[in-house]
């Protein structure tokens, strides 16, 4: 049997983003699963914001080959994604638009569709970030990725890491590691014989 290969991604580009801290424990749980997980960077891409005019012809940005590259070694994602007004970041919109055309007139690319993703988000309001991931499923499904049905929303993010980074609450922190390890299982399951 091949490994599962995992992208993470988090939808901040802020320093110290407490919901790139929970990606980075949903990935421990991957790895502990037999994943290999790439954390992906999404801000090293250098992609403008979406429109029509970029995304035909030559106009494509040189970034996003190399982000479909890595997203499309990839069969299944792991997505931490803050909460902005009630949904999803513009940063993590933007990356789903872009990733979800095709490139250079070629076929529609491979690089998001038929793949599990598993969601997290945490805020530092009392909701953890759950309103933003509706939203998030609703797109996610709409490129043709299959959401899992566990996810996690940890409110008050702020009272929920020590300074080192690490969780505070001994339930979140076990609820993270299982995501990924679910993850890892329903790719596993699911993945296509070939």
């Known amino acids: 049997m091949t490994t599962i290969k995992i992208a993470g991604f988090a939808g901040s580009l802020r320093k110290g983003s407490h919901n790139q801290k929970l990606l980075e424990r949903a990935a421990e749980g991957a790895r502990e699963a037999g994943a290999d997980v790439d954390l992906v960077d999404l801000g090293a891409f250098d992609l403008p914001v979406?429109?029509?005019?970029?995304?035909?012809?030559?106009?494509?940005?040189?970034?996003?080959?190399?982000?479909k590259a890595r997203?499309?070694?990839?069969?299944?994602?792991?997505?931490?994604?803050?909460?902005?007004?009630?949904?999803?970041?513009?940063?993590?919109?933007?990356?789903?638009?872009?990733?979800?055309?095709?490139s250079n007139s070629e076929a529609p690319d491979r690089c998001?569709?038929?793949?599990?993703?598993?969601?997290?988000?945490?805020?530092?309001?009392?909701?953890?970030?759950?309103?933003?991931?509706?939203?998030?499923r609703d797109i996610l499904i709409d490129v043709g990725i299959h959401p899992i049905s566990r996810q996690?929303?940890?409110?008050?993010?702020?009272?929920?890491?020590?300074?080192?980074g690490s969780l505070t609450d001994p339930e979140v922190?076990?609820?993270?590691?299982?995501?990924?390890?679910?993850?890892?299982?329903?790719?596993?399951?699911?993945?296509p014989v070939s």
């Open 152 to 164: 996690c929303a940890v409110p008050n993010a702020h009272q929920n890491f020590a300074e080192d």
């Open 71 to 102: 997203l499309g070694a990839a069969d299944a994602f792991l997505i931490a994604s803050p909460e902005y007004n009630s949904s999803v970041t513009p940063l993590l919109k933007n990356v789903l638009d872009w990733c979800s055309i095709a």
């Open 173 to 191: 922190d076990d609820m993270l590691l299982e995501i990924g390890r679910e993850l890892v299982r329903v790719t596993s399951a699911l993945r």
């Open 112 to 136: 998001l569709q038929g793949k599990h993703a598993a969601m997290m988000s945490t805020s530092p309001g009392r909701l953890g970030g759950i309103r933003g991931l509706r939203h998030l």
């Open 50 to 67: 979406f429109h029509g005019d970029l995304a035909s012809g030559d106009a494509i940005p040189a970034g996003l080959h190399a982000l």
